[in-house]
């Protein structure tokens, strides 16, 4: 990836993570680790990848982006604000009555949101619907959901899973944020899905890796997925929930949990100091 790019990319996402921390603080609820795990990525999606335009949200063309992992939308609507969807001072509005920025994405209340989820499980399956509904209606364009590696145990998943292979679905990429913390624990003590490749593979998927704090690791990933043979690919990235923020990184206890005044403003001096470092870059 070219280093101006890249670096663009890196100062984008550290905003985003500013965001989201800046959201479920004021909200006082909210989903902060597995938004901030998710930030680099869905960074190189809106603000690199994808074919979106914030001016016509609804072209049909346009590529479809699905949040199956519907608890992190708070990196959502902070992608689709700096964007330019909506006003960045809808972000202080999250979860209050009213908002268009409710706690799962909604639809129909909020510009660029492609499908409303929440209950685990199903955006992978509408995922799958927009897929094939693509290939149907012979159009081009490109199919993205997020998982979380939590949620991917659900029986629901490997029914889309197991569909998207039999369809021939190439125009849908899966993303599996690999943080291994769910909201009771480690992934691998509550309810292992590991090998997580292998199951996939065996379900009739191409299969790739990535660091999802390394724009060149993430680029070279998207960049094997052009390769279109008939099956969906899946991306299962390596991921740090609470990325960027020290008392949160790693720590499962942050799932769900709103800091409170003096946990915003350290976490928040953290995100400066590498806004700083990519100042300086």
């Known amino acids: 990836m070219d280093s101006k790019i890249k670096l663009a990319l890196e100062k984008q996402a550290n905003e985003i993570r500013k965001d989201i921390v800046t959201e479920v603080y004021n909200a006082k609820s909210g989903h902060p680790g597995g938004s901030l795990s998710l930030a680099d990525t869905i ?25 199956s992992k519907g608890h992190t939308a708070p990196a959502l609507y902070a992608c689709l604000a700096e964007k330019g969807f909506f006003d960045k001072s809808e972000l202080l509005k999250l979860r209050k ?22 209950s685990l499980g199903q955006g992978i399956s509408t ?14 364009y490109t199919v993205y959901t997020v998982l979380g590696d939590g949620e991917i145990q659900e029986g629901q998943v490997w029914e889309a899973a197991m569909s998207a292979a039999h369809y021939k679905l190439d125009n849908l990429i899966a993303i599996v944020d690999n943080n291994n913390l769910q909201i009771d624990g480690k992934v691998s003590d509550v309810m292992s899905v590991y090998p ?77 100091k590498i806004s700083i470092e990519l100042e300086a870059k």
């Open 43 to 67: 960074t190189y999606l809106y603000f690199y990848k994808m074919n979106i335009d914030a001016n016509d949200p609804k072209n049909p063309d346009r590529d479809r982006f699905v949040l």
């Open 97 to 118: 009555v009213g908002s268009m920025l409710q706690g799962h994405p909604d639809m129909k209340g909020t510009p660029g949101i492609d499908m409303s989820t929440g």
């Open 127 to 140: 995922a799958v619907g927009m897929a094939l509904g693509g290939k149907i209606s012979n159009k081009t």
């Open 196 to 272: 997580i490749t292998d199951k996939f593979r065996a379900f009739g998927w191409n299969v790739t890796t990535c660091d999802a704090h390394n724009f060149d690791s993430i680029d070279e990933a998207f960049e094997k997925t052009k390769e279109k043979n008939g099956k969906p690919w899946v991306i299962v990235q390596k991921s740090i929930k609470g990325k960027g923020v020290s008392f949160m990184e790693d720590n499962a206890s942050w799932h769900g949990s709103a800091p409170n005044e003096e946990q915003y403003l350290i976490a928040m001096n953290d995100l400066e």
